[in-house]
């Protein structure tokens, strides 16, 4: 079964660094765009990075410079590493998978999320 | 850069009624970029419609969507328990990456 299950979420104070990682079951992330969406307390969806196949990336203006979006070489798990964390990056952070047809650009499968606080 | 607007911001509405989400962009969009999230309460996001009017797997065939250019509708007819929940458009694009409207909540 097609599974993202995403982990690292933390409470980091303000500055800090944190990693997430989102392992995926029975596809190879290198096959897809993989991307990473949040969800601040009580506020709608913003996309955040994408990846494909390790050399194209792409960021939000919100994030960029200071995020970074990667796959590990085993093409199962997806990461962001997440710098200089300010308060407005608490979120929930999704990891979501766009459907592949690059004809239909939506995400089709989405894990659960993992939950970054960022607060002195 | 596009940016989408979803009216009403909450829908009230019964049990087996109809509800009707809209979607506007601010500029024309490409339709296959045009889909539908549902969001209940403490879960993940799921895809309901793609490419303006595709529903996705799974999803029953009370939801359908509609539109072009910068005005797009979902429409659920026969509301059911499970339905009430945030859904959210989405376009992709034109700068790499998703927009995501604001949502509208359909509330009993």
Request: glycine fraction near 10%; charge should be neutral.
């Amino acid at each position: 079964e097609v599974q993202l299950v995403e982990s690292g979420g933390d409470l980091i104070q303000p500055g800090g660094s944190l990693r997430l990682s989102c392992e995926v079951s029975d596809f190879s992330v290198g096959r897809y765009y993989m991307n990473w969406v949040r969800q601040a307390p009580g506020k709608g969806l913003e996309w955040v990075s994408f990846i494909y196949s390790t050399f194209s990336t792409a960021y939000s203006d919100s994030v960029k410079g200071r995020f970074t979006i990667s796959i590990d070489s085993s093409k199962i798990t997806l990461f962001l590493q997440m710098n200089s964390l300010r308060a407005e990056d608490t979120a929930v952070y999704y990891c979501a998978r766009r459907e592949s047809s690059n004809y239909y650009y939506y995400m089709d499968v989405w894990g659960k999320g993992t939950t970054v606080t960022v607060s002195s | 850069e596009v940016v989408l607007t979803q009216s009403p911001g909450t829908l009230s509405l019964s049990l087996g009624e109809r509800a009707t989400l809209s979607c506007r962009a601010s500029r024309s969009v490409t339709s296959s970029y045009l889909a539908w999230y549902q969001q209940r309460r403490g879960q993940a996001p799921r895809i309901l419609i793609y490419g303006t009017s595709n529903r996705a797997a799974g999803i029953p065939d009370r939801f359908s969507g509609s539109g072009s250019g910068t005005d797009f509708n979902l429409t659920v007819t026969r509301l059911e328990p499970e339905d009430f929940a945030v859904y959210y458009c989405q376009h992709y694009g034109p700068s790499p990456g998703f927009i995501f409207g604001p949502g509208t909540k359909v509330d009993i």
